[in-house]
């Protein structure tokens, strides 16, 4: 089965700073798409980036990017110039078209604070 | 365009009381799926929907969860009797025919169930 986890429960970020998220992840499958989904407060689940597995290029959207290692199953999320808005649970998930069953299976999450 | 609606956004039942959450997701959007959030975890899938066929409910408890999604639109969750464990926020997504070019998944803003 495959699994996420992020390994930082809890980070902080000043305002207009930079941060980085973990992710890491296990498949044996080839085909896959890697996602990280923002939660804030009121507990909607937004989209904020998406990686397909079988691009080299890492995945960039505005002011998040990603580091996507593929050998090492590893899928870190940067945000640059933090936001207080960026302040929410930021959680790691995988979709898969085999094993996995076209679900997403989500990591435990972490928690951003950006401080002003 | 409106969203994937949830309701109730909050309930609060004695223990062995029955429960029913209520989902009616985006218009056109031919797969569903209940997740379940439990406090600081990402979300567990439960059950998952192509149309009005369940087509992944392995992880839905089914001595005391049933779920339906008559006329595969809208879909109802239910929970009878319910346990302490029960306390949890349970989350509708839905995605649109061609999800399994993108796998992002569309969230509702979950109802919380607290079971005293």
């Known amino acids: 089965a495959q699994t996420v986890t992020q390994s930082q429960p809890e980070m902080s970020v000043q305002e207009a700073e930079t941060v980085t998220l973990s992710c890491t992840y296990d498949?044996?499958?080839?085909?896959?798409?890697l996602f990280w989904y923002k939660q804030p407060p009121s507990r909607q689940m937004i989209l904020v980036i998406r990686?397909?597995?079988?691009?080299?290029q890492n995945a960039t959207e505005n002011r998040f990017s990603v580091n996507f290692q593929k050998a090492a199953k590893s899928f870190s999320l940067k945000i640059s110039d933090s936001q207080l808005g960026d302040a929410a649970m930021y959680f790691c998930?995988?979709?898969?078209?085999?094993?996995?069953?076209?679900?997403?299976?989500f990591g435990k999450g972490t928690l951003l604070t950006v401080n002003p | 365009e409106a969203g994937v609606v949830q309701s109730p956004r909050y309930k609060i039942i004695e223990k062995k009381q029955p429960v029913a959450f209520w989902c009616n997701p985006i218009?056109?959007?031919?797969?569903l799926y209940w997740y379940r959030q439990n406090l600081g975890q990402g979300p567990e899938l439960l059950i998952r929907?192509?149309?009005?066929?369940?087509?992944?409910d392995s992880q839905l408890p089914k001595d005391r969860f049933s779920a339906e999604r008559l006329k595969g639109v809208d879909s109802t969750l239910k929970i009878q009797p319910a346990e302490l464990g029960d306390s949890a926020v349970y989350l509708c997504?839905?995605?649109?025919?061609?999800?399994?070019?993108?796998?992002?998944?569309?969230f509702g803003e979950g109802s919380r169930l607290t079971v005293l």
């Open positions: 997504a839905s995605s649109p025919r061609d999800w399994r070019n993108t796998g992002e998944l569309f």
């Open positions: 498949t044996s499958e080839s085909d896959y798409y």
């Open positions: 990686q397909e597995a079988y691009k080299q």
């Open positions: 998930a995988y979709f898969g078209s085999g094993g996995s069953n076209y679900k997403l299976t």
């Open positions: 218009s056109g959007h031919n797969t």
């Open positions: 929907y192509e149309n009005e066929e369940a087509v992944d």
